[in-house]
């Protein structure tokens, strides 16, 4: 099956421009996650779709971050406008089940604002 | 609080050698709880979790709940385990918590 996709997998742009970052879970996974590394810090949990519903927006930094998932299949991640502590590594993930045996992550997308 | 401590940043060891990787949680409840790595240019993935029970790639780790500690042992490491191993903790709302992470290098 294929894995889970993300891109880019590296952007780069200005302080105060748009980015859209793009995943596309495993078929039939009706979970999807976005979770982000920024330098020196630990992988966050940003939030948790179920099928097109937000179930957990929790972890989402402030209202520059919009999370979309129409139709229940790609997610995107917007953020605007960028600010230099949004650079970081994003990663996507889905799973089955909520409880399941653990995620399958996608390779990442490396978000670098100057 | 839910949270999950890796105290090394980095580990070095020979191969051959045996390594362990800490980790410690905090958590309310009965913990579920995952070892992944990342390999140099390639995604996360899942390299055990404890109510498996398993071994995979010869690694190992054990839940104590008295310690609050799940580290990942192996007896003789090789240098393809060198990679970013991260100890996660299944959150009470389902997502993972994460700790910052252990570089372990194996050297020849």
């Known amino acids: 099956e294929a894995g889970v996709t993300q891109f880019p997998s590296h952007s780069v742009i200005e302080k105060g421009q748009t980015v859209t970052l793009r995943c596309d879970p495993i078929s039939g996974h009706d979970n999807l996650y976005w979770y982000r590394r920024v330098m020196g810090k630990e992988i966050k949990f940003l939030l948790h779709?179920?099928?097109?519903?937000?179930?957990?927006e929790s972890g989402m930094p402030n209202n520059r971050f919009l999370a979309e998932r129409t139709g229940g299949t790609y997610s995107t991640l917007k953020v605007q406008p960028a600010e230099l502590e949004d650079s970081g590594v994003y990663f996507c993930?889905?799973?089955?089940?909520?409880?399941?045996?653990?995620?399958?992550f996608g390779s990442g997308t490396r978000l670098t604002v100057v | 609080a839910q949270r999950v401590t890796q105290p090394e940043k980095l580990l070095s060891v020979f191969k051959g050698a045996p390594v362990e990787l800490k980790c410690n949680y905090s958590?309310?409840?009965?913990?579920?709880l995952f070892w992944y790595v990342q390999y140099s240019r390639q995604r996360l993935q899942l390299l055990l979790r404890?109510?498996s029970r398993e071994s995979i790639k010869g690694f190992t780790a054990d839940l104590n709940k008295g310690e609050t500690s799940f580290h990942l042992k192996k007896p003789f490491a090789q240098e393809e385990d060198s990679a970013m191993y991260y100890c996660a903790l299944r959150g009470s709302q389902g997502n993972l918590i994460f700790g910052k992470g252990t570089k372990l290098s194996v050297k020849p």
């Open positions: 779709f179920v099928k097109e519903s937000k179930q957990d």
């Open positions: 404890h109510i």
């Open positions: 993930a889905s799973s089955q089940g909520d409880r399941g045996p653990g995620y399958t």
């Open positions: 958590y309310s409840g009965s913990p579920e």
